[in-house]
Every structure is written in C-alpha cells, then in structure tokens.
C-alpha cells in the first residue's frame, strides 16, 4: 500500500492534493502511528489476543491488544485526566518515564520505603527496564497515544505500589487492579484468563485473597494515571497508598 505522509508535511502523491490525501485520513499522527481501519484492528486485536493469551511475556503483543480494544476507555482515562490538576499537568508537560530521563543514583540514595528507592529495588531484582515500553503505534489519536504511553511506563510503578512481582501470579494481581481502575479491554482479558497458566496453590491464593484485594483497591483509588510519579520519589509507598487509596497488601 501507499507509504503514509506526515499531518503536518501534506504533500502531492499520484497527481492529488494533500487535501485528498487528508480527506483519505492516510497520515501519521505521530512518529510511528500506523493508520489503520475498523477491519485492520478487528484483525490485530484478535490475533494479538490469541498470541498474548498463549503466551504472556509476549509483551508486543499485549501491546497491540491494549491499542486496538481501547477505543472506548483511553477517552475515559484522557477526560480523567483533563478535570484533575495533577492529571491536566501531565498531559500539558507530557513526562517520560525512562533511563535518560531518571537519575539512577540519586534513586538508589533515597531512603528505604521512598517510591523512588523501591521502584529501583523493583527493576533491579526484577531485571526489567522501563525501555522495554513499546511506543504506541495504532492508537489514531496523538494526545490518546500518549495516555496509553503514560499508562505503560508507569505500570512498573502499579507493581511497585501493590508489591507484586514480575511473576505470573503478579501480573494477573496487577492486571485485576488496572482492570478496574482503567476499563482498558487488555487489562480485563489479562484479569481473566492469566489464571489459566497457575497452579492449583497460586490459583487459590488468587481467588481467595490477591484478586478481591486488587479489585477493591482498583475501586477505591483515585486514578493512577492522575499522579505526577516523578515529583513523588521521595514521598514514602505507604503514605503514596494512603493518598491514592490503595489498601496495604495481604
């Protein structure tokens, strides 16, 4: 097919104006936005589904899942967003959460219990990186794909707060959380069928204790995307958990 033009560079192709080029909506949004139609997604939510469910860590292809099924809730999070001053800052300055933007020392020189102190404890005994965060590519909205950005690179953070590991187990507790907390369709599919990969023990564990937890805090805290993490390093997780309204962990 036809290589899309930039929004902001339209240009003449095959003997059109860019107006028609515009009219067709054949344009990056965004560095790396792929235009895509209602099929093309139908299509990529399905399969990224069916590959995600089968294997977990296929972290792309989650990805894809949660850009192609959040038509209805990345709205919803971006108003959120809008009517909370915190929020409404964050989409204005639009920070990023990543290794050239976080000063790794000064992170590990704050005191135990600080955010920013257990979210290096976190990385660090987890082996994960906040470069791994794929860029959003099929999210038809410049300022939505920033949101679902923001919500991918401050999951770590999620984990951090509810004390979860990277383990299976962990991700479906997180997964309950988000799912209340963002109606993001991804976040749900993971919330019900990552059971499928437990064992007996972990399954009960979950129902009995993990999931109800997780469900009742994602109810009662204010929203996570709402919170300007990276002025709160130093602010204790416990006192952070209080003034989001996540109850301490089982």
Sequence with gaps: GRACVSHTEPRARDGRSGEEEEEEGCYQL??????????????????????????????????????????????????????????????????????????????RGLPDGSLGREYIRFLEDNKVSPDTRMPPKFVDDEELAYVIQRYREVHDLMHTLLGMPTTILGEVVVKWFEAVQTGLPMCVLGAAFGPIHLSARNLQLLATELAPWAIQSGRNASCILNVYYEQRWEQSVASLREEIGIFPPP
């Design 30 to 107: 965004y560095p790396g936005h792929i235009p895509t139609s209602p099929l093309q997604k139908a299509l990529l939510a399905a399969g990224s589904a069916f590959m995600a469910l089968y294997d977990p860590y296929r972290h792309d292809m989650v990805a894809v899942l949660g850009e192609t099924t959040g038509c209805l809730a990345l709205p919803n999070l971006r108003d959120k967003m809008k009517h909370h001053p915190e929020g409404y800052r964050i989409l204005q300055e639009r920070p990023r959460i990543r290794l050239s933007t976080l000063d790794m020392a000064k992170l």
